[in-house]
């Protein structure tokens, strides 16, 4: 976030570019965008790459090598762009609810469902 202990050139805005990077590539060359070639394919594909890209993440994750878990990081995020975009999710959407969950503890919200049955 720009201003918090994390400020600089890579900060979480870079999200929003990169889905603004591919919801314009919706209708562009396939031969020239490999996420107009993803979008073209439709959601079912996208959601399988991001698949590949969880199961590539988690493997990095158990290996243990850091760097190789941010790369692989990447890559599923990108791939998750690419799946809103495809589904017609709005990134602010995902942000919104994000931000509606800021200060609920995870225990609190999982005690809550249970005591609504
Ligand atoms: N962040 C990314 C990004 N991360 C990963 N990838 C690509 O995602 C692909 C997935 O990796 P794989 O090993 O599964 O590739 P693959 O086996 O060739 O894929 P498939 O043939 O199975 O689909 C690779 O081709 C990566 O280059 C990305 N492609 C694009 N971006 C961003 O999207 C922007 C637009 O890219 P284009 O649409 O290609 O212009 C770029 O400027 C970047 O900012």
Redesign the pocket.
């Known amino acids: 976030m720009a201003g918090g202990s994390n400020a600089g050139a890579s900060d979480s805005h870079v999200l929003d570019r990169?889905a603004a990077?591919?919801a314009a590539?919706r209708g562009a060359d396939p031969s020239t965008?490999?996420?107009?070639k993803l979008l073209a394919a439709g959601p079912a594909k996208a959601a399988q790459?991001l698949g590949?890209e969880a199961v590539e993440t988690v493997i990095e994750a158990v290996r243990g090598d850091p760097a190789k878990l941010a790369a692989e990081s990447?890559?599923l995020l990108?791939h998750l762009t690419v799946l809103w975009a495809a589904a017609g999710v709005e990134p602010a959407t995902v942000w919104a609810e994000l931000e509606r969950r800021e200060g609920t503890s995870g225990l609190a919200e999982k005690a809550a469902r249970k005591t609504q049955g």
Not at 33 to 36: E, L, N, V
Request: aromatic share 16%; charged share 30%; glycine share 0%.
């Open positions: 990169l990077t591919v590539r965008s490999y996420t107009a790459k590949e990447a890559d990108y």
